[in-house]
C-alpha cells in the first residue's frame, strides 16, 4: 500500500505540501477528493482542493467522491483518492453509514495510492481515537480503515507556551491511550506528514513526527527519518 499521512492542509490550501504530492501520485492524473469530514460546506471545500490540486505542480484531475451520492463510478475511475480534513467523527460515521468505508479500504489494499489530510489521517489507522476532534455526531464505534498499525494524532505540539503551570498535554492523552489500546501512536506537527510505501514509513515535510510506544520513551523523528516499530 502507498499512502501520504499529512498533519494540516495549510494556507494557502496545500502549498505547502504539492511537491511532495506530485512526487508522491507520479504518474497519476485522476484523484478523487473525499469532502465528508466537512461539516460546513461540502461543495465549498471540494472546490477549495479542485482549484489547489489542478494548478501546478500537481496539474491533476479532481472528481468529487461523495459518500452521500452513487461513488461506485468514481471511485473505479480514480487513480488515488484525497480524504480531506474536518471532524474525524464525522468522517468516519459518513464513510461507515454510506459503505464508503469498505470500498476504499478495498481499493487502498489493492494499491489505490491514499492521502489524507488531518482526519482523512486519523482515519488510516485502526482506530480514530487519538484524534484531537469532538464526537459532536455521537458516533459510537470508532474502528477506522486499518491501513497503517499506528494511530495518528496531526497538529502535534508538545507544550503551548500559553498553558499554565501543570496543565495537561497532549502527551497526557496519548500515555492514556497506551495505558488501554497497545498499538503506536505517531503525532505528526504542522507542516509534518508521513509517507507510507509498503511496510516503510518516513517523516517528510518542515515539521517533526513523534513516536509512541506502550514500554518505550517516546522519541521524535526528523524529517527524512524512518519509523521504527520494532520492540513496540
Not at 502507498?2 to 484523484?31: D, I, K, Q, T
Not at 480514480?78 to 459503505?99: C, I, K, M
Not at 482515519?123 to 484531537?132: D, R
Not at 496543565?167 to 509517507?195: C, F, H, K, Q, W
Request: hydrophobic letters at 40%; one cysteine or more.
Amino acid at each position: 500500500m502507498r499512502l501520504l499521512l499529512l498533519s494540516n492542509s495549510g494556507r494557502p490550501f496545500l502549498a505547502h505540501c504539492r511537491g511532495a504530492l506530485a512526487v508522491f501520485l507520479g504518474p497519476a492524473r485522476r484523484v478523487a477528493f473525499v469532502s465528508a469530514a466537512s461539516l460546513n460546506d461540502e461543495a465549498g471545500y471540494y472546490q477549495l482542493a479542485r482549484a489547489a490540486l489542478e494548478g501546478e505542480p500537481t496539474g491533476l484531475g479532481v472528481e468529487h467522491l461523495r459518500w452521500d451520492d452513487a461513488f461506485a463510478g468514481t471511485l473505479e475511475r480514480a487513480e488515488a483518492v484525497f480524504v480531506g480534513g474536518g471532524n474525524t467523527y464525522a468522517l468516519l460515521d459518513r464513510l461507515g453509514r454510506s459503505g464508503l468505508l469498505e470500498a476504499l479500504r478495498a481499493r487502498v489494499r489493492a494499491g489505490l495510492p491514499y492521502i489524507g489530510a488531518s482526519a482523512g489521517s486519523n482515519v488510516a489507522g485502526p482506530n480514530i481515537l487519538t484524534t484531537n476532534d469532538w464526537n459532536v455526531v455521537g458516533l459510537g464505534t470508532f474502528e477506522a480503515l486499518g491501513l497503517v498499525p499506528f494511530n495518528v494524532n496531526p497538529h502535534y505540539k508538545e507544550t503551548d507556551p500559553a498553558m499554565a503551570s501543570g496543565s495537561e498535554t497532549r502527551d497526557t492523552r496519548i500515555s492514556e491511550y497506551l495505558l488501554v489500546r497497545d498499538n503506536p501512536v505517531v503525532g505528526i506537527e504542522e507542516g509534518a506528514m508521513l509517507r507510507v510505501e509498503g511496510e516503510t514509513t518516513t517523516v517528510l515535510g518542515t515539521g517533526r513526527g513523534k513516536l509512541f510506544a506502550r514500554g518505550r520513551e517516546p522519541r521524535w523523528l526528523l524529517p527524512g527519518e524512518g519509523l521504527d516499530l520494532r520492540g513496540k
